[in-house]
């Protein structure tokens, strides 16, 4: 049986479960599970991994994935991103490591377990729809709001889940990342079709 995208994910995620790390699947892997449908390069991650864990889990991924201890504590200590690559299919998985901002936690606290792969009843820890528009509009306004993909990920989770948003929650925290614009927007394209 071929080893797809999917498959990868669920690997990294078994580490980071086992370790007690917790995270959440996020990006357009997340919002196509809660919107419309589309293919990914890689899938991204937000994990609260710590120093301690480093050793550890590249030691758990080292037969099935390229991953550089040195590289992963440094990005660990900066608390910046790093990827690890699956040798077989080469597929990669980007690790966004916590911040500990409050809009982080919030995600972490309200991700959810899900159904990845349904046939399988394969689960795995994703960002909750409202967690995923927000931290779409934050992405979108950081590259200068020029992204047609990032814009139609948004009216796609806003499309496919009206009616079951928590629009308080979308509101309140669209005002703290400073994108209360950009959430307005969407929800007039999203209510309009486009």
């Not at 086992?18 to 937000?46: A, K, Q």
């Not at 399988?120 to 979108?140: C, F, G, P």
């Not at 990342?177 to 307005?184: F, G, H, P």
Request: aromatic share 8%; glycine share 6%.
């Amino acid at each position: 049986m071929a080893i797809d995208q999917v498959d990868v994910m669920l690997l990294v995620a078994g580490v980071l479960e086992r370790l007690g790390i917790p995270y959440c699947v996020c990006g357009s892997f997340v919002s196509s599970l809660h919107g419309e449908w589309r293919s990914t390069r890689d899938v991204d991650l937000l994990a609260d991994i710590k120093g301690k864990h480093v050793k550890p889990f590249t030691e758990a991924l080292q037969s099935d994935f390229y991953a550089e201890e040195e590289a992963i504590l440094r990005a660990v200590k900066a608390r910046r991103s790093f990827s690890v690559i699956h040798f077989e299919t080469l597929y990669k998985i980007d690790i966004f490591v916590s911040k500990g901002t409050e809009f982080e936690k919030k995600q972490l606290e309200r991700r959810e377990l899900k159904n990845v792969i349904p046939e399988q009843e394969m689960t795995a820890y994703v960002a909750s729809a409202e967690d995923t528009i927000l931290a779409k509009l934050a992405w979108y306004r950081l590259g200068n709001e020029v992204s047609d993909q990032q814009w139609r990920d948004i009216l796609g989770v806003l499309k496919m889940r009206h009616g079951r948003l928590d629009l308080d929650y979308l509101r309140h925290w669209a005002a703290e990342l400073n994108v209360s614009d950009l959430l307005v927007d969407a929800l007039t394209d999203a209510a309009n079709g486009q």
